[in-house]
């Protein structure tokens, strides 16, 4: 039996439609279990990381955990997982998989892989057999970071990382759960690419010009002053640049092909596999809706 945790979550949901296609036997656990998907009546489950008690009965029978990293701030996240991967240990699991990030370190630039390298510590110190799934920056993050006027502002510079689609960080982390394999992992897309390089195609595939404009670290904390209160935020959104112009998403592996059978999404086959995805980003893509839309309304 395996268990995905966060299974109300955009990786987690996935996962479990993935496992269902399958056939696999899986239990779902998520802080609000209404709102996991049923295929194939999943059986869902209330946990969360900070309550060990409720652990107690999602970890029970369980052989395969996988556990997807919580949304609490960096520093304590990893405490979080530290319990999960207790209960884990205290059901008898044979195999934990854990979803980290590419670049986990001590001295990474990004917080979270920061956060990622201690909860990969206490995984180690379990004793359980794991397998840590280092995924590059989701491509999909780019979404977020176009501003309306379609710049992308950062201190990333030349930088590149290999990034990868949501839609495969699923799929590798289903393959890894069925068929776990042992260690650390770097799971990457199949090019090293910055963050022009991204927007430029970003911009071929919608019809709008889109844009990276470089910036200092000092510019870029007086600009986000004025979107996140939190230090801790702005730390988060600034470390994610810096980890880029570092190399630290370097260099491409081919990791996921060897656990799934099937070579990662470039950009422009993801934009054909999943078309709205980039409605945020505007141009000809929207267009096309908007004029359907107007259709079925009229």
């Known amino acids: 039996m395996i268990l995905v945790t966060g299974a109300s979550g955009h990786i987690g949901s996935r996962v479990t439609e993935i496992l269902a296609a399958k056939g696999a036997q899986f239990r779902a656990m998520s802080r609000t279990p209404d709102r996991v998907g049923k295929p194939n009546n999943i059986e869902a489950v209330y946990g969360d990381f ?9 970890f029970d029978g369980i052989k395969t955990a996988l556990i997807i990293s919580g949304n609490s701030m960096p520093g304590k996240r990893c405490f979080e997982h530290k319990i999960a991967f207790q209960a884990a240990k205290d059901a008898k699991v044979d195999h934990i998989v854990y979803l980290s990030l590419m670049g986990s370190s001590p001295e990474s630039a990004f917080p979270y892989s920061r956060d990622h390298y201690e909860s990969e510590k206490f ?42 689609t949501r839609e495969d960080v699923a799929q590798a982390a289903a393959a890894a759960a069925l068929n776990p394999p042992v260690g650390v992992i770097d799971i990457t897309g199949p090019q090293a690419l910055s963050i022009a390089d991204v927007t430029q195609r970003f ?3 919608v019809g709008r010009e889109l844009t990276y404009q470089n910036e200092t670290v000092d510019v870029a904390r007086v600009r986000l002053q004025g979107s996140l209160n939190d230090e801790w935020n702005r730390d988060v959104e600034i470390g ?4 880029i112009e570092r190399g ?6 081919d990791s996921f092909e060897q656990m799934t059978g099937k070579p990662p999404c470039t950009i422009e086959q993801y934009y054909e596999e999943f078309p709205q995805l980039f409605d945020s980003l ?10 359907d839309m107007k259709r079925r309304l009229a």
């Open 203 to 205: 911009s071929n595939l």
């Open 240 to 243: 994610w640049f810096e980890a």
């Open 123 to 164: 995984l180690a110190e379990t004793g359980v057999g794991f397998t840590s799934l280092r995924n590059a920056f989701y491509l999909d993050m780019f979404f977020q970071k176009i501003g309306p006027d379609g710049i992308v502002r950062g201190p990333a510079g030349d930088g590149k990382g290999a990034f990868i």
């Open 282 to 291: 505007g141009g000809k893509q929207s267009a096309i809706l908007d004029d």
């Open 50 to 58: 900070e309550d060990p008690k409720s652990l107690e009965k999602a």
């Open 248 to 253: 630290e998403l370097i260099p491409v592996t």
